[in-house]
Nanobody, 126 residues
């Protein structure tokens, strides 16, 4: 069982930056692929970014590519999402997730993620 806790959300002006963290429990963090998803009001949850075991392999949604950076510190059992050049359309609840089914291709579909955090709100004002 893996428990995930997000932090770092808040209110920021357009063009600003935020860094989200996802702290995990357990000693098997390094064996999970990790991902970030978000859900805006009235919309479905969508993929944002994901990382393989070591953080070398990453994958991003087109909407955030070049602005967001996913990283992980396996020694601290923590994953991060650095968000720069934020836009009002980035406003959403951001969720981190862990997948135990990583087979070399960084997963970006919700169905392969086994564990989810409770989410952290990110609001970008115009």
């Amino acid at each position: 069982q893996v428990q995930l806790v997000e932090s770092g959300g808040g209110l920021v002006q357009a063009g600003g930056s935020l860094k989200l963290s996802c702290a995990t429990s357990g000693r098997t963090f390094r064996s999970y692929a990790m991902g970030w998803f978000r859900q805006a009001p009235g919309k479905e949850r969508e993929f944002v970014a994901a990382s393989g075991w070591t953080g070398v392999s990453t994958y991003y949604a087109d909407s955030v590519k070049g602005r967001f950076t996913i990283s992980r510190d396996n020694a601290k059992n923590t994953m991060y999402l650095q968000m720069n050049s934020l836009k009002p359309e980035d406003t959403a609840v951001y969720y981190c997730a862990a997948s135990g089914r990583y087979g070399g291709t960084v997963p970006y579909t919700m169905s392969v993620y086994d564990y989810w955090g409770q989410g952290t709100q990110v609001t970008v004002s115009s």
